[in-house]
């Protein structure tokens, strides 16, 4: 399937659902006024991070801009390529809600992207409500929008946000304030219903809830270090060490530098 031909039909399939969300849309702000939701994309991010959090952004008529440095499609760790929506310099300068999706290796070189982080840090400065799901916490710390902040991550980064200021939470989703922040990939939807109860309301967020039919329950109990045991947890991060102790260096080589 061609790349625009996926990003039409995601679309597409995403508006059937918002169609069906019972008139959210009219309970969401005065007036009726759209969301603004600003999505940083770059090469290498999951790409469950975004669409998970994308579809409750959609149920919530939100007005979603995609954002990389320039209209050429990102392609994401599944082979998939996303088309941008906006370039930076064309972006909203606020935002309702700024969002980064993780993705371990394009976050590491995004941390150390400055044209990425002085976007992040610009629209998180004007932004409601300051987000991430994943490693995407990572790029919202390098943009020192975490600081003094409570925050989660993938578990196999999450001890990497006290170099940026950051404390370390083990919950699926964490809010310290205007910070909203998800664990790992398949909390993106836990997330997205968490940033709709906020905008919405907790029945509004509910609705989402039952019509997405999320109501998970896995083969395994392997979801998590605690749960999949030391064994499995270590043959794991010995295949990841490699990626992940380069997003500890770039994050050690960010750590020396003064305020953004």
């Known amino acids: 399937m061609k790349r625009r031909t996926f990003n ?18 009219q309970t969401m702000q ?12 770059y090469p290498g991010m999951i790409l469950l991070d975004l ?25 994401t760790d599944t082979g998939i390529s996303i088309a941008p929506t906006t370039t930076f310099a064309q972006c909203p300068q606020d935002a309702d809600i700024l969002f980064v999706p993780g993705g371990l290796g394009g976050t590491t070189a995004m941390i150390e992207d400055q044209e990425v982080l002085d976007f992040v840090q610009a ?3 004007n932004a409601t409500y300051i987000t991430s799901v994943c490693t995407g916490s990572l790029v919202l710390g390098a943009a020192g929008l975490l600081q003094g902040k409570r925050a989660t991550s993938h578990w196999y980064t999450r001890d990497l946000l006290p170099i940026f200021g950051a404390t370390p939470v083990s919950e699926r989703v964490v809010v310290d304030g205007n910070v909203i922040t998800g664990a790992g990939v398949t909390a993106g939807l836990d997330f997205g219903l968490a940033i709709a109860a906020k905008l919405l309301g907790e029945d509004a967020a509910k609705s989402i809830q039952l019509l997405l039919e999320y109501d998970p329950e896995p ?9 999949a045991g030391h064994d499995l947890t270590a043959a794991l991060l010995k295949r990841r060490k490699p990626a992940l102790d380069g997003a500890r260096a770039a994050a050690e080589r960010w750590h020396p530098r003064t305020k953004l």
């Not at 039409?8 to 959210?24: H, N």
């Not at 959090?53 to 209209?71: E, G, I």
């Not at 083969?219 to 749960?227: C, D, M, Q, V």
């Open 30 to 41: 005065p007036q009726g006024k759209k969301p603004v939701v600003v999505v940083l994309i």
């Open 123 to 125: 629209r998180g400065s």
């Open 8 to 25: 039409a039909v995601t679309l597409a399939s995403l508006g059937m659902l918002s169609a069906s969300s019972i008139g959210l849309a």
């Open 219 to 227: 083969p395994f109990t392997a979801g998590s270090p605690e749960k």
């Open 51 to 75: 669409t998970g959090p994308l579809t409750c952004f959609n149920m919530m008529m939100a007005d979603v801009h995609l954002a990389w440095k320039t209209n050429d499609p990102v392609k």
